[in-house]
């Protein structure tokens, strides 16, 4: 009996993937999230011969790109890309209608990077003591944008603010795009935001990098110290970017679809793509570890934010 009641999960994995795979991201197209999915939903498809597409879910901080997945049959078919933020650090901000680590399953570490402080070509200076003083300068009339409230790029501009003794006003967005696209306009003077689609824009002068919040230095922008070098040590954070699943898709699904991400960012064009906009590939970790280490940063950023004040909100709130 046992051997008839194992037999359709034996012949889904055999069969899978039957059909096009969606990738749900959070996150509007043309920012960072976007990138790495669509980087890895080419390689999949190669890898399974079947469409593997990305379908963009922006707003709600990430919590309608939730649902959508939560939504979604668990055959392995939708898969979600999101940042490390969708469990350590909006539920602390949102009151979240899913349960962080019991209704998503980390699969695959995608790879991730150190956040920068961005500012308009108008700010003065190179260095983020004189971005400091320029904000100081103008008390009441300095913003910097999030691509989302409750991330780090949301409580990195509140860390700063409590360390540095200023006080920037928080202007939150639906992704990086629209909030690059406000600092570029001189809408906010500051963005708090990863290097995938801000490299070119700081090469090409159309925006600044004051500090990166990584331990070292980005590779891919060198020139650019990091906050510890600039005596601001505890602003170390770095957001990754994580390949989720339903926790009750199949575990030999599971197993597929782990396998081949992980193949797809082994590959040299891969690793030369993310290094190429300063994200380092991620690590082989399993989703027990990863598990683990959501959990540490999820205790962590809940601390920082409440030593900050910031309690959970009703979205409309």
Not at 287 to 315: F, H, I, N, W
């Amino acid at each position: 009996m046992l051997g008839l009641a194992l037999a359709p999960a034996a012949a889904l994995a055999q069969a899978w993937p039957s059909k096009p795979v969606r990738i749900v991201i959070g996150a509007p197209s043309g920012g960072t999230v976007d990138i790495v999915a669509r980087l890895l939903a080419d390689g999949l498809q190669k890898e399974w011969g079947q469409p593997v597409f990305v379908e963009a879910k922006p707003g709600g901080a990430g919590t309608i790109g939730v649902n959508e997945l939560m939504m979604a049959p668990a055959d392995g078919h939708t898969l979600y890309v999101a940042l490390n933020a969708t469990v350590t650090e909006i539920p602390h901000v949102i009151k979240v209608r899913y349960e962080p680590f019991k209704d998503l399953l980390p699969l695959v570490d995608l790879g991730g990077a150190g956040l920068m402080l961005l500012g308009h070509p108008s700010v003065p200076g190179k260095s983020l003591a004189e971005a400091i003083t320029y904000v100081k300068a103008n008390p009441g009339k300095v913003s910097y944008a999030s691509y989302s409230a409750g991330t780090i790029s949301h409580t990195m501009g509140l860390e700063l603010n409590k360390a540095a003794g200023i006080n920037m006003t928080h202007v939150p967005y639906k992704g990086s795009a629209p909030g690059l696209q406000d600092l570029m306009g001189g809408h906010v003077q500051f963005m708090f935001d990863g290097p995938a689609n801000t490299v070119p824009m700081i090469r090409g002068g159309k925006i600044k990098a004051f500090a990166v919040s990584s331990a070292k230095r980005n590779p891919a922008l060198p020139e650019v110290p990091t906050f510890a070098e600039q005596g601001f040590p505890t602003i170390d954070d770095v957001a990754s970017i994580i390949l989720w699943a339903k926790p009750d898709v199949p575990a030999d699904v599971q197993a597929r679809v782990r396998d081949a991400a992980l193949k797809v960012l082994a590959q040299p064009a891969s690793k030369a793509r993310l290094l190429e906009f300063g994200f380092e590939p991620g690590g082989g970790a399993t989703p027990q570890e990863m598990t683990k280490t959501l959990r540490a940063a999820y205790e962590k950023q809940g601390a920082t934010l409440r030593s900050l004040g910031v309690k959970p909100q009703d979205l409309g709130g």
